[in-house]
């Protein structure tokens, strides 16, 4: 664990407990409200949390699955695709439908997504550019799918939610895909100049000692 973890590991914690403790919240009365009568509250912010609640999660603990599941997840493809078949799964209407109307349902999306946002983490810090490439090409695109259809139809896909909260959703799906996008593309951008900085600052010597 490097220094720069170790001290962001306080806030990771809190960040661990305080999305997990807001999902199931809003599964439990009284706030299960929210999700039984908004499509918004459920796509859009519990099932988020959950994944985030499991990546700040596996950042603090990252040793707790051990060196086993290191071996399993190389290039972090393991991990990949564990939480994209978990998150895949849970975009399905017909699935949300069943997480709102019976309790054993929500509990296996509680564990799933949390369990996602651990696989996730652990395939991002282990895979290679190209990797995550090529899944965020595959997740995001779908995800602006599945939020496209949410608005162009004029059927409702889940018979817990009204076509306005279904057109909602869509709109919220596609902002969300543009987002993680952007805010991959700014990740990317941060790690490519803080490279170009580190050769330069080794050329730097060099340079100097070939000057003389």
């Known amino acids: 664990m490097t220094a720069a973890t ?8 809190s960040a661990a407990l305080v999305t997990a403790v807001l999902a199931l919240a809003l599964s439990l009365p009284p706030l299960r409200v929210f999700i039984e009568q908004s499509m ?8 988020p949390l959950l994944v985030l609640a499991g990546a700040c999660a596996a950042a603090v603990w990252p040793q707790a699955l051990g060196g086993r599941w290191a071996r399993c ?3 972090g ?16 209407p017909a699935l949300v439908d069943r997480a709102v109307v019976l309790p054993s349902a929500d509990a296996g999306k509680l564990a799933t997504l949390w369990l996602a946002g651990v696989a996730l983490r652990q395939g991002w810090v282990q895979a290679p550019l190209a990797v995550q490439l090529f899944f965020l090409g595959y997740g995001l695109p779908m995800m602006a799918w599945l939020g496209f259809y949410f608005l162009s139809t004029d059927l409702r896909l889940c018979n817990a939610y009204s076509l306005e909260s279904q057109l909602r959703t869509g709109q919220g799906l596609l902002a969300l895909s543009a987002a993680l996008g952007a805010a991959w593309a700014a990740s ?3 790690q490519l100049a803080r490279a170009g900085e580190d050769a330069a ?4 010597p060099g340079a100097a000692v070939n000057g003389r």
Do not use: D
């Not at 918004?40 to 099932?47: E, P």
């Open 6 to 13: 170790f001290s962001r590991r306080p806030l990771l914690k």
């Open 40 to 47: 918004v509250w459920h796509m859009l912010v519990q099932m």
């Open 73 to 75: 997840n190389r290039y």
């Open 77 to 92: 493809l393991t991990g990949f695709m564990l939480a994209q078949c978990i998150t895949a799964y849970w975009m399905v």
């Open 188 to 190: 990317l951008w941060r």
């Open 201 to 204: 600052t080794r050329a730097t």
